[in-house]
């Protein structure tokens, strides 16, 4: 499975943007899927996650929470993550990773490469 996230750009504070992680060789409805960040000189960190569960599952970290979502459309075959009320600090690369685990993953089988969001006013 190859992954690849896409829709990062500049917005200023407050703003939304929507990204998308598209995956090429497979569907995504089988797997989990979790967006991560990574912002110059940070670690990694986990935004969320989608399950692969019929109920879609959805977690997220605290720094997100109510203010992204993660949702599908497996007729797309994308997984999406809508950021609102973007804060300076969620300036980042922003990553899509698929893990074959069908509840919440503790590992990610497959990683795509990065898009690129920058806050600022």
């Known amino acids: 499975v190859q992954l690849q996230a896409s829709g990062g750009g500049l917005v200023q504070p407050g703003g939304s943007l929507r990204l998308s992680c598209a995956a090429s060789?497979?569907?995504?409805?089988?797997?989990?899927i979790g967006w991560f960040r990574q912002a110059p000189g940070k670690e990694r960190e986990a935004v969320g996650c989608?399950?692969?569960?019929?109920?879609?599952?959805?977690y997220y970290a605290d720094s997100v929470r109510g203010r992204f979502t993660i949702f599908r459309d497996n007729a797309k075959k994308m997984v999406y993550l809508q950021m609102n009320s973007l804060k300076l600090e969620d300036a980042a690369v922003y990553y899509c990773?698929?893990?074959?685990?069908?509840?919440?993953?503790?590992?990610?089988?497959?990683w795509g490469q990065g898009t690129l969001v920058t806050v600022s006013s």
């Open positions: 060789g497979s569907t995504l409805d089988r797997y989990a």
């Open positions: 990773a698929a893990s074959r685990t069908y509840g919440i993953p503790n590992e990610y089988d497959y």
């Open positions: 989608i399950t692969a569960t019929s109920d879609g599952s959805t």
